[in-house]
């Protein structure tokens, strides 16, 4: 069929996304897959027995357009309790179908023609598309390596009078960086008497290493007022593919967002909802989720401890950086397509996280597998 020539693309320059290419193509190589952050273990039976409960008692109608209100009030407890901040979970926190939907549904319903939105490269591959969908203009800002933090003065420069949105990621995907406090305090002095509104990516907020605390914007009333925060059920329970997340932002933003959400995805799946309303009673669910996945980046990167790849261990997320410097001088995504044909396994080139190719020699690899997975991936690793 041919493609009508009255249709004119409102997204020229973006074609299949590299976890689609990627996954392909370890599929069609028989290949280990750290490439996609999905686990390849189950989640938890106690959270799957009770999804088919409420499926079998006839919970499986429209729920509320805002999402279940016992699951927001057990958000509200929960954001409280770790973050000392107060939210409303009638006004305030939205239950969302994942976290790409709530950072779309957010960006359009604030952002207008040339409003400019600032975000820091590499960055998650959703942003710059719903920017340009609703007309902004995207301005980038580059973490400085290796340690990929944030040149405020570079941010403080770029801001003016059309500097409508900035987008913050932590812990950050692909890098596994984290935001400090200062870096908090930074932001909050660049915005305040500013009529920019933030969006706090936090899906991997529980996901965070070594002793480290998760610097959500909720701890900084100044910042969580203009803050909308965006969190995922998927990351947290293992179960990315119910695409489930929530929202939480003051009681304005909240409204405008809801306009959006309503008419996009309306409500989002309710047996799933009450499941999670009864999950999360139980703390250590997500309490203890950063103790998991930090002995499963230990256990992965003391198996490649003496490979020629380089690297320091990530600090969120479940994603780590290996550098390849000592290896190879092919560019990264060439590399990464190599490593699937000719050695069976997967991961994603870092230099397509930004909008003109930045090649630092860096691939990246998702931990969130079983043991046997992660061996297997060392070995390969290993012979490289």
């Known amino acids: 069929m041919n ?26 190589n028989n290949a280990i897959n750290l490439s996609q952050g999905f686990p390849d ?28 209100m016992s699951l927001r009030k057990i958000l509200a407890e929960k954001t409280e309790d770790i973050y000392s ?14 976290a790409t939907q709530a950072i779309f549904t957010a960006i359009t319903a604030i952002v207008r023609e040339n409003d400019e939105v600032i975000i820091f490269e590499p960055a998650y591959d959703c942003y710059q598309p719903a920017i340009e969908l609703n007309g902004g203009k995207t301005m980038y800002v580059s973490l400085k390596a290796p340690n990929y933090s944030i040149d405020w003065e570079e941010v403080k420069k770029m801001i003016n009078h059309r500097t409508k949105m900035i987008i913050i990621n932590t ?21 305040q008497g500013t009529d920019i509104v933030i969006i706090s990516d936090e899906v991997y907020e529980h996901i965070i290493f070594d002793g480290y605390e998760h610097q959500s914007i909720a701890r900084f009333p100044k910042l969580a007022e203009r803050s909308i925060i965006i969190s995922s059920f998927g990351k947290t329970f293992h179960a990315t593919g119910w695409k489930m997340g929530y929202c939480v932002a003051p009681k304005k933003l909240t409204a405008e967002f809801r ?15 009450y ?23 230990d256990h992965f990167i003391e198996l490649i401890k003496n490979s020629k790849f380089q690297f320091e261990p990530s600090a969120g997320t479940y994603f780590q950086l290996l550098r390849y410097k000592e290896i ?33 020699h860096v691939l ?21």
Request: net charge neutral.
């Open 171 to 191: 812990p950050h995907n692909p890098t596994g960086s984290i935001m400090s406090s200062r870096d908090m305090a930074k932001l909050e002095k660049l915005t």
């Open 41 to 68: 273990f189950s989640c938890n039976e106690e959270l799957i027995g009770l999804v088919n409960k409420y499926m079998m008692t006839g919970h499986n109608q429209y729920a509320p357009m805002e999402g279940l």
């Open 328 to 360: 190879s001088k092919e560019k990264d995504t060439d590399f990464a397509v190599r490593l699937i044909k000719e050695f069976g396994i997967a991961s994603i080139p870092i230099s397509v996280f930004y909008h003109e190719a930045v090649d630092n």
């Open 85 to 98: 901040a107060k939210y409303d979970p009638e006004s305030e926190i939205t239950i969302t179908s994942g």
């Open 3 to 28: 493609y009508p020539n009255f249709i004119n693309s409102k997204l020229p320059n973006v074609g299949t996304t590299i976890f689609t290419i990627m996954g392909k193509l370890a599929a069609d």
């Open 275 to 297: 499941a999670l309303a009864d999950f999360l009673k139980k703390k250590d669910n997500y309490l203890e989720l950063g103790n998991f996945y930090q002995k499963k980046r």
């Open 259 to 273: 306009k959006v959400h309503q008419f996009l995805v309306f409500s989002c799946n309710t047996p799933i909802q």
């Open 364 to 384: 990246r690899f998702c931990f969130a597998k079983r043991e046997e997975t992660l061996e297997k991936a060392a070995e390969i690793l290993n012979r490289i």
